[in-house]
Protein backbone atom coordinates (compact mmCIF):
# COMPACT_ATOMS: atom_id res chain seq x y z
CA UNK A 1 0.00 0.00 0.00
CA UNK A 2 1.28 3.51 -0.87
CA UNK A 3 0.62 6.09 1.03
CA UNK A 4 0.52 9.48 -0.36
CA UNK A 5 0.51 12.92 1.69
CA UNK A 6 0.34 16.71 -0.57
CA UNK A 7 1.68 20.13 0.91
CA UNK A 8 2.69 23.02 -0.75
CA UNK A 9 -0.44 24.55 -1.26
CA UNK A 10 -2.04 28.34 0.20
CA UNK A 11 -3.44 31.39 -0.73
CA UNK A 12 -1.61 33.44 -3.87
CA UNK A 13 -2.88 35.94 -6.28
CA UNK A 14 -3.30 35.65 -9.88
CA UNK A 15 0.06 35.39 -11.96
CA UNK A 16 1.70 33.54 -9.00
CA UNK A 17 3.95 30.55 -8.98
CA UNK A 18 3.56 27.77 -6.73
CA UNK A 19 4.88 24.38 -6.29
CA UNK A 20 3.39 21.26 -4.81
CA UNK A 21 4.76 18.36 -3.21
CA UNK A 22 3.50 14.70 -2.72
CA UNK A 23 5.58 12.61 -0.46
CA UNK A 24 4.96 8.67 -1.10
CA UNK A 25 5.66 6.09 1.54
CA UNK A 26 5.51 2.15 0.81
CA UNK A 27 6.85 0.31 -2.67
CA UNK A 28 6.20 2.02 -5.50
CA UNK A 29 6.28 -0.35 -7.94
CA UNK A 30 8.36 0.14 -11.41
CA UNK A 31 5.35 -0.05 -13.78
CA UNK A 32 3.38 2.53 -11.38
CA UNK A 33 2.43 6.15 -12.73
CA UNK A 34 2.36 9.19 -9.95
CA UNK A 35 -0.46 11.71 -10.99
CA UNK A 36 -2.01 14.61 -10.15
CA UNK A 37 -5.36 16.32 -10.63
CA UNK A 38 -7.71 18.96 -9.13
CA UNK A 39 -11.22 19.27 -7.54
CA UNK A 40 -13.13 22.27 -7.68
CA UNK A 41 -16.21 23.54 -5.83
CA UNK A 42 -19.43 21.89 -8.16
CA UNK A 43 -17.36 20.02 -10.28
CA UNK A 44 -15.56 16.70 -11.30
CA UNK A 45 -12.24 15.50 -10.67
CA UNK A 46 -9.82 16.82 -13.45
CA UNK A 47 -6.44 15.14 -14.10
CA UNK A 48 -3.78 17.19 -14.31
CA UNK A 49 -0.33 15.34 -15.46
CA UNK A 50 1.23 12.25 -14.92
CA UNK A 51 4.74 10.14 -15.13
CA UNK A 52 5.98 7.10 -15.21
CA UNK A 53 7.91 6.44 -11.72
CA UNK A 54 11.35 4.74 -13.43
CA UNK A 55 11.18 5.96 -17.11
CA UNK A 56 9.76 9.62 -16.00
CA UNK A 57 7.90 9.86 -18.88
CA UNK A 58 4.92 12.53 -18.48
CA UNK A 59 2.03 13.41 -20.08
CA UNK A 60 0.54 17.14 -19.11
CA UNK A 61 -3.11 17.67 -19.91
CA UNK A 62 -3.91 20.49 -22.49
CA UNK A 63 -6.13 22.53 -19.93
CA UNK A 64 -2.92 23.41 -18.02
CA UNK A 65 -0.45 22.50 -20.51
CA UNK A 66 3.01 25.22 -20.65
CA UNK A 67 1.78 26.39 -17.21
CA UNK A 68 1.96 23.65 -14.96
CA UNK A 69 5.06 21.00 -15.02
CA UNK A 70 5.46 17.59 -12.91
CA UNK A 71 8.44 15.93 -11.90
CA UNK A 72 9.64 14.13 -9.37
CA UNK A 73 12.41 12.76 -7.07
CA UNK A 74 12.80 9.26 -7.09
CA UNK A 75 15.40 9.14 -3.96
CA UNK A 76 13.10 11.15 -1.65
CA UNK A 77 9.67 8.96 -3.42
CA UNK A 78 8.51 12.33 -4.03
CA UNK A 79 6.25 13.82 -7.02
CA UNK A 80 6.18 17.64 -7.79
CA UNK A 81 3.37 19.77 -9.21
CA UNK A 82 5.31 23.07 -10.95
CA UNK A 83 2.11 25.76 -11.68
CA UNK A 84 2.95 29.13 -13.22
CA UNK A 85 1.08 31.64 -14.03
CA UNK A 86 -1.92 31.08 -11.85
CA UNK A 87 -5.08 31.78 -12.39
CA UNK A 88 -8.77 32.22 -10.19
CA UNK A 89 -10.06 29.19 -12.19
CA UNK A 90 -7.24 27.01 -10.86
CA UNK A 91 -8.79 27.38 -7.15
CA UNK A 92 -9.33 23.77 -5.97
CA UNK A 93 -8.29 21.02 -3.78
CA UNK A 94 -5.44 19.57 -5.39
CA UNK A 95 -4.77 15.75 -4.77
CA UNK A 96 -1.70 13.45 -6.34
CA UNK A 97 -2.31 10.06 -6.86
CA UNK A 98 -0.74 6.67 -7.50
CA UNK A 99 -1.70 3.75 -10.20
CA UNK A 100 -0.64 0.25 -10.47
CA UNK A 101 -3.03 -2.88 -11.31
CA UNK A 102 -4.86 -1.47 -13.78
CA UNK A 103 -5.96 1.73 -11.43
CA UNK A 104 -5.21 5.11 -9.59
CA UNK A 105 -5.78 3.44 -6.20
CA UNK A 106 -3.89 5.28 -3.28
CA UNK A 107 -4.75 9.36 -3.16
CA UNK A 108 -3.52 12.10 -0.68
CA UNK A 109 -5.70 14.05 1.59
CA UNK A 110 -5.71 16.82 -0.70
CA UNK A 111 -4.05 20.48 -0.48
CA UNK A 112 -5.93 23.78 -1.38
CA UNK A 113 -4.80 26.06 -3.82
CA UNK A 114 -6.24 29.36 -3.73
CA UNK A 115 -5.69 32.11 -6.40
CA UNK A 116 -7.42 35.69 -5.74
CA UNK A 117 -7.66 37.86 -8.56
Known amino acids: QVSLVESGGGLVQAGDSLRLSCAAS????????MGWFRQAPGKERESLAR????????VVENAVKGRFTISRDRAKKEVYLQMNSLKPDDTAVYYC??????????WGQGTQVTVSS
Open 97 to 106: AYFADGAWNS
Open 26 to 33: GQIFSGGL
Open 51 to 58: MTWVGGVS
